[in-house]
DNA sequence: TGGGGACCTATACCAAAGTATAGGTGCGCC
DNA sequence: GGCGCACCTATACTTTGGTATAGGTCCCCA
């Protein structure tokens, strides 16, 4: 029977998931409002399987609560909860050795699945913040681009000169120019660094 | 009991990791050696909860097969599996609606929990994938950056001119120019996009 | 006390990037 | 046929990027 502990300074939110995972699956859930007193309470608690703590409380200063939780109480597994959910930060908290990072958007069910799945040992991280929108990457700008113009695109985003690119697609480089101004306008963007940069964080290449 | 289809090329590797998921979590697992012969096995089967794919196999053809697998059986959850796992396909593959992405570097009792996860209806994906090697992030060519030489390539990461660097840093552009240069040398790269593309694929900023 | 490295500036030069204008072909569509 | 669009080429030009060379200050460390 895993031992959960739950620390949300908004007492409904903790007081409602709380009471879901006792009832659903029967876990064993204790609660706190604030980092120190969630620290307080595993000292006096038998050993605490997963500590789950809401990334906005009292005395968790950013991930800094993270780090103090892990360094006070180095066996028990931690993820990190937050509503205000942050792509940065939850690759920042799992880079610091958080075990999970579950977004309040999750279903109940999913935030279940998630926590059993960290139980297990493994690491949580939502797919959603791994890549932001994979929707709407070819959306947009990019859609209008034509052929040429997104071939143009994949070589920018190499990093390669006009002349280079000239010779990739058998062209002259004043047409590669042609092209690379149309690209630079139908996107938005001011030079060809900032084209790449833009397709790289859309994933398109 | 969970009806599974893998499907990989590589016979060893197939049949070690059926036998293994067979004897340890009692799936029952079917097994094909390409795309074609999985697809046509599906055709005679019972409802088949997963579909492991191989990412190199024939008929694959890059994230293709997935479409394919996809469109054919829409009811099935569909995974994929690498050996050469590369992160870019793992977010495309995700994008594309597979429900989870295997690396064949975890371990075997990592894969099984991934598995069940994915059968209780999330979406998996390895976390090592999400930020690509934090610890060697900032490793390699980029130790050797002096602090103005990392202001410089977070500005070149934005994309702007060195005439915009130097008023940001409050320096002349003739010594922006300075700091880009040895910038490239020290990335060993050949100009600014390059610079940008490498350290945003190194998640750098 | 004398390097050495990080940092800054300057002049000069050439290559590359980007803009502007003008024109040509082929294709589909009304 | 005429229109628009994607595509290609060309000349001419300005701006930016990148290299080379030379020199300066500051600070740390042997």
């Given at each position: 029977m895993p031992n959960i502990l739950l620390a949300d300074d908004h007492d409904l939110v903790r007081d409602t998931i709380a009471a879901y995972l006792e009832t659903v699956d029967g876990f064993a859930v204790a609660t706190a409002s604030s980092l120190d007193t969630a620290l307080a309470a595993m000292a006096g608690m038998d050993a605490v399987d997963l500590l789950i703590l809401d990334y906005n409380m009292p005395g968790m200063n950013?991930?800094?609560?993270?780090?103090?939780?892990?360094?006070?109480?180095?066996?028990?597994?931690?993820a990190l909860m937050s509503g205000v959910a942050n792509r940065d930060v939850a690759n920042a908290a799992m880079a610091r050795g958080a075990h999970g990072f579950l977004?309040?958007?999750?279903?109940?069910?999913?935030?279940?699945?998630?926590i059993k799945f960290v139980l297990t040992g493994e690491r949580y991280f939502p797919f959603g913040f791994a890549s932001p929108e994979p929707?709407?990457?070819?959306?947009?700008?990019?859609?209008?681009?034509s052929e040429r113009e997104m071939q143009t695109l994949e070589q920018l985003c190499i990093g390669v000169s006009n002349k280079e690119i000239a010779q990739v697609l058998g062209i002259s480089e004043v047409t590669v120019k042609l092209h690379v101004k149309n690209v630079l306008a139908k996107l938005g963007v001011a030079n060809r660094t900032q084209a790449a940069i833009l397709a790289k964080e859309r994933q398109l290449f």
């Open positions: 950013g991930l800094d609560g993270l780090d103090r939780a892990r360094s006070a109480y180095p066996a028990a597994k931690v977004p309040k958007s999750l279903t109940a069910a999913s935030m279940v699945n998630a929707a709407a990457a070819r959306s947009g700008a990019f859609a209008n681009l």
